[in-house]
């Protein structure tokens, strides 16, 4: 059974950055897709950014390009990192890590994915 763990969340100021991390552990597969999703209070959950583990091909939601980074652990394609910077008020959020079988591509709902960690929480002040 999968089981992805989130750590690295936490409060900052408005323009600071922050680092999220996801352990994944106990997949089957040799390649997946492992993603970023957000949901502040009373919203929906976002599909932030994925990579393929294999390939390394990255997709990033228009919201973060520019500011956000996902990448994987070179030597161990179940590390996920989600680089955080010029963080806004509205990036305040709890982040999950997601993942599913196969490719990224296409996969930004929530129902794309079978396994969720428990969520980090992000605070971002004005």
């Known amino acids: 059974q999968l089981q992805l763990v989130e750590s690295g969340g936490g409060s900052v100021q408005a323009g600071g950055s922050l680092r999220l991390s996801c352990a994944a552990s106990g997949y089957p597969y040799s390649s997946f897709c492992m993603a970023w999703f957000r949901q502040a209070p009373g919203k929906e959950r976002e599909w932030v950014a994925a990579?393929?583990?294999?390939?390394?091909?990255?997709?990033r939601a228009d919201s973060v390009k520019g500011r956000f980074t996902v990448s994987q652990d070179n030597a161990k394609n179940t590390l996920l990192y989600l680089q955080m910077n010029s963080l806004k008020a509205e990036d305040t959020a709890m982040y999950y890590c997601?993942?599913?079988?196969?490719?990224?591509?296409?996969?930004?709902?929530?129902?794309?994915?079978?396994?969720w960690g428990q969520g980090t929480q992000v605070t971002v002040s004005s």
């Open positions: 990579i393929s583990t294999e390939s390394g091909t990255i997709y």
């Open positions: 997601a993942a599913a079988g196969a490719t990224c591509y296409r996969r930004t709902r929530r129902d794309d994915y079978n396994y």
